[in-house]
């Protein structure tokens, strides 16, 4: 066994070990010792990326295992080599500010067992098809944005996750662990949109779409900071990834990057992890100021994301509900069940975020979606939309430019909202949305909108302050 132990003092360190043959086997583990959090990022003698692990935080996977006939999630199957292998190592902290000290320990020519659940099936990123259609309907899908599982700092194994998302009628599923992606996909029951979350001290951004997350990894020594790698990876997903912040209000996970242009960003979770104690609140907010954002002339869409890390039967502190994959769910329009078909139906706004109820759709007689920009030609927009499984008395709003201009008491099954507008010359943008007696978010549906005309070039910063000073006179739904 070899051991190495390294006290962390910069942004990235780097140390090496020499392996020699034979070789049929590796064993790699990393532990931090005040559990701050660091990546490992492991290099074969080829100098390529062949192991992951993220230390600390949670029960976050701390070893890899390679052999002929077994490979855990976070290693790379490929034939072993000897020679030099390299570790990168990325604290998820200020080293400046404080000390922490790593081990690594590695064995070679062992046989270990893992449980099924921990190891990799024979797909791999690589051959993973992105256009192959599940499904060829025309419909709203079912789908969750944002969840965990033991593979980062979730509590579920993927047979635990697929027994709750049969349970939950899910179409599709992206799992978005922290700062990385199982080499080797796992199985789910429903479609697999390959994501992560990217995960720093600054904030955190879901990535969904991902086809090559190891250039992520490329990009880590060209950064001088957290703001910088953030840029730098943005500006590799983007255009063919989904871009999505995340819980951005909810602290102590909330967005903290004051010079980041939010119009680099896709979509904002609206509703997030909704029985978390401080959830209703941010959600709230988050909801108003995606509002305060389309005044400002941004085309940012609204998506859920369940943000679920337990178990079906473990509940957040003073919950009375489980925290559950599809709660909440995001309901995405797609010409066919495919992961290209529901990014382009995401990035386009064709979808809505819902809890409890479902919703059936139609403006202008089936012509446009919510997310539509609505041509100048058209003279009145109407939408006919009947709520589904509605449980208790709610409240169902249209909102036009941020203001409420129809409210309607949604209290039986099957109760249908509709308005009329017309298409006038001046900018605006209309929303459908619904709120619970306690007055928290159950359901946003995107904006039709007609024209949009952004202010300036603001950063966070600065729409931050401006939609601070006003926030607790706006609408919230």
Known sequence: MMIQEIVIKNRIEMTSFEIAAPLHSIWIQAKTQKNLGAMFLFYNPAQQLCGIINSGF??????????????????????????????????FYDPEKEEDTIQIEIEINTDKTYEDWCCQSALTQSEYSFTAVKEVTHRYYKGDFHGHTIFSDGHNSISEASEILIKQGMDFMAMTEHNCMAFGLPSLPCL??????????????????????AALYELLPKAQNYEEFLELALSYFTPDCNLSLNHMFMEPWHFTYEDFDLSKLNTLEVICDPTYKTAPAANDKAVSF?????????????????????????????????????????YVYCKGLSVQNVLEGVQKGHCYTARYVTLDIVINEGKYLPGDQIPPEVEEITWKIQINNIKKPLKGCFIRNGEIVKELRLTKKGENAEYTMKNTGEPWWLRFGIIDPEGQVIAYVNPVYNQLVQSGNEKFKQLRDEFGESYDKRNII
């Open 58 to 91: 949670h029960d976050f996977f701390n070893d890899i295992y390679i052999s002929e006939k077994v490979c855990t999630l976070n290693g790379l199957y490929h034939k072993l080599q000897s020679g030099i292998y390299r570790v990168l190592i990325v604290p």
């Open 290 to 330: 995606l509002d305060f954002l389309w005044n400002k002339g941004y085309c940012i869409y609204g998506i859920g994301g369940s943000d679920s890390h337990l178990k079906i039967d473990e509940f957040n502190e003073g919950a009375l509900e489980p925290s559950i994959y599809g709660d909440p769910a995001t």
């Open 192 to 213: 697999a949109v390959p994501s992560f979350e990217l995960t720093l001290p600054v904030g955190h951004i879901n990535i969904h779409g991902v086809k090559k997350i």
